[in-house]
């Protein structure tokens, strides 16, 4: 299984990102797809889940400002970030079981 993410780049503190994860497999029976980040000189930190039943978890710190979604036709695994803050500085790695995504570079600036 292959997982590439993109959609990240530079932005300013307030604005918006729609990150993809697009799976080399279907995802329609996947039970729990995720977003995780990792900031320079940090450990990875888990961002959100999305089960297969439909329900999202989200961490402390975005929740209320990250959406995770998927389409299943596409094969993708989203993650809408509104409102970013210079903290959400990190390279985002999308996730499903042991497989990760090679990661995708949000950069926030102030």
């Known amino acids: 299984v292959q997982l590439q993410a993109s959609g990240g780049g530079l932005v300013q503190s307030g604005d918006s990102l729609k990150l993809s994860c697009v799976v080399s497999?279907?995802?329609?029976?996947?039970?729990?797809m995720a977003w995780s980040r990792q900031a320079p000189g940090k450990q990875r930190e888990w961002v959100a889940t999305?089960?297969?039943?439909?329900?999202?978890l989200y961490a402390d710190s975005v929740k209320g400002r990250f959406t995770i979604s998927k389409d299943n036709a596409r094969n993708t695994i989203y993650l809408q970030m509104n409102s970013l803050k210079p903290e959400d500085t990190a390279t985002y790695l999308c996730?499903?079981?042991?497989?990760w995504g090679r990661g995708t570079l949000v950069t926030v600036s102030s």
């Open positions: 497999r279907s995802i329609v029976n996947l039970n729990v």
């Open positions: 999305l089960m297969g039943s439909g329900k999202t």
């Open positions: 996730q499903i079981g042991n497989f």
